[in-house]
């Protein structure tokens, strides 16, 4: 979240941000919480003034040997009117905060303006589209004729917007994220997580999940959740901890299944593998010093560009604008993968730079010398890819005119095959 104190001092450069972002925020509301706020802190103290000199008077009147009575009864009157002062701070305090954790984070100045999606700057693009002498067919015409895929049977399990994998397109899914982890373990430098799948409401809070995106989760019992994403896993690794001077930056990489309900947004590329309530993804996440986090942010991005590149698929990196960047961020890069078959670019990673967004949060600190003062750190997260719109992309983008679909590379070792079909 946002500190608190940057929207008590100086409100009017959170509203500005806001609008950046394309959001109004209340300033009306968040300046009658504060100062409803500083009134009973200021009427508390007031009075623990007064019941400090009543206090005296007692302990005058007992060395006289004085009846003291009534101004031990002055002085529990006050004591309640404190407790209720302080309760009546801590309640709006409360509610200040809550508004708060609504709050999106605040655009770098590196970010471009703009309302949406129609916005975003293509920063660079790598190879040419895929072109074909013949008709490119989407992935679900591809992996359908071909056996490998199986909506029907997916809904018979589970209902709509779930995926079945069989035969060849399951070893294809695994062997996707085999390669994944692989690279960014050998190649990349990241330490590989097999987190729990299941989290709890404080480790949603903490990588900016709730309260903002209660819909969109599917909630079990006992408190526990779906993870929509191991960036939530990532986050809480650390949630609480004090890195020491030099543990910085920590890069981590997970392999999990992600589970999001999706809400409003059905029609929106509800055919195939790109839009689904489970998918599978490989995730990069970082805990990084303030100073480096830009420069971070940009290797992440190049992390993500090479598991592109190793599979012979063109792309383009796209920087969001101001109104198109996700809640927890300070600056996005998107990665869109051509799709030959859908004849259009799709998403396929999308990068960031949180800042100290979530890291406030889950109170994730570092120092920079021993016994020096704990600073918190900037947390930055990317998809490594999203497991199943690389084997969407796999499919439309090495489809043979015959039918089959080739194996890139890469892939063979982990396949066994150089073709499927």
Not at 332 to 350: A, H, N, Q, R
């Amino acid at each position: 979240m946002l500190d608190p104190r940057l929207i008590r001092s100086t409100p009017e450069v959170v509203a500005d941000a806001m609008r950046r972002r394309r959001k109004e925020l209340d300033l009306d509301v968040l300046t009658a919480l504060e100062q409803r706020r500083r009134s009973a802190l200021t009427a508390a103290e007031t009075l623990k003034a007064e019941r400090n000199t009543v206090s005296q008077q007692i302990s005058e009147f007992k060395k006289r040997k004085e009846d003291a009575t009534a101004s031990i009864e002055a002085m529990r009157r006050v004591g309640d009117e404190i407790k209720a002062r302080d309760d009546e701070a801590r309640v709006v305090e409360e509610e200040f905060l809550q508004l708060v954790m609504g709050i999106p984070n605040i655009p770098d100045v590196t970010v471009p303006d703009g309302a949406d999606a129609d916005d975003n700057v293509v920063v660079r693009t790598w190879g040419e589209p895929t072109v074909f002498d013949f008709p490119a067919r989407p992935h679900w015409e591809v992996g359908g004729a071909l056996g490998l895929l199986d909506w029907e049977r997916a809904a018979r399990i589970a209902q709509a917007r779930f995926s079945l994998f069989l035969g060849l397109g399951a070893r294809l899914e695994r062997a996707i994220m085999h390669y994944m982890l692989t690279l960014h373990t050998e190649k990349h430098g990241y330490t590989e997580v097999w987190p729990p799948f299941l989290v709890h409401q404080d480790s949603l809070r903490a990588s900016g999940q709730l309260p903002k995106f209660e819909e969109d989760l599917f909630r079990l019992r006992e408190g526990l959740y779906c993870s929509p994403t191991s960036e939530v896993q990532l986050t809480n690794l650390h949630r609480g901890d004090i890195f020491e001077a030099g543990e910085l930056p920590r890069c981590y990489t997970a392999y999990s299944p992600c589970f999001r309900a999706e809400a409003g947004s059905a029609g929106q590329e509800s055919r195939g593998l790109i839009r689904q309530h489970q998918f599978d993804k490989v995730e990069m996440y970082k805990f990084t010093t303030p100073e480096s986090s830009m420069d971070e942010l940009e290797a992440l991005v190049g992390n993500a560009e090479a598991v592109l590149q190793g599979l012979g698929l063109p792309y383009r990196v796209v920087l969001l604008c101001s109104g198109d960047m996700g809640f927890s961020a300070v600056k996005t890069y998107d990665l869109e993968v051509w799709m030959p078959g859908m004849g259009k670019f799709v998403e396929i990673s999308s990068c960031s730079n949180c800042g100290d967004f979530q890291a406030r949060r889950g109170q994730i600190r570092f120092r920079r010398e021993p016994g020096g003062k704990p600073e918190l750190v900037h947390t930055l997260n990317g998809s490594g890819l999203a497991i199943g719109r690389t084997w969407a992309a796999v499919a439309e983008n090495h489809q043979q005119a015959d039918g089959t679909i080739h194996v890139p590379e890469a892939l063979q070792p982990f396949m066994g095959v150089a073709q499927i079909g």
